[in-house]
């Protein structure tokens, strides 16, 4: 279930495209926040989106380390809610 660098940065992608890091069935992804609705993703807690992500950093590109940080909180986030 822990959240990885990898999902982070996509969730930060300026690609256009808003993101979500859901927790569905004790794993977490990160989906398109315009699909939560969908049916793959009944019953899905969103953790955080990319927008709300990103308004969080303090500069626009990230280092490697800040990524890490951010997928450790986010862990510990889900971690409080109990999953």
């Given at each position: 279930?822990?959240?990885?660098?990898?999902?982070?940065?996509?969730?930060?992608?300026?690609?256009?495209?808003?993101?979500?890091?859901?927790?569905?069935?004790?794993?977490?992804?990160?989906?398109?926040?315009?699909?939560?609705?969908?049916?793959?993703?009944?019953?899905?807690?969103?953790?955080?989106?990319?927008?709300?992500?990103?308004?969080?950093?303090?500069?626009?590109?990230?280092?490697?380390?800040?990524?890490?940080?951010?997928?450790?909180?986010?862990?510990?986030a889900?971690?409080?809610?109990?999953?």
């Amino acid at each position: 279930m822990a959240v990885t660098r990898a999902q982070v940065r996509a969730l930060l992608d300026p690609s256009g495209e808003d993101h979500s890091l859901v927790l569905l069935e004790g794993r977490t992804e990160v989906v398109p926040s315009a699909r939560l609705t969908s049916e793959p993703y009944s019953g899905a807690v969103e953790i955080v989106s990319g927008r709300d992500l990103a308004a969080t950093l303090p500069s626009d590109t990230p280092s490697e380390q800040d990524l890490d940080a951010l997928a450790s909180r986010l862990d510990t986030a889900i971690t409080h809610l109990g999953a």
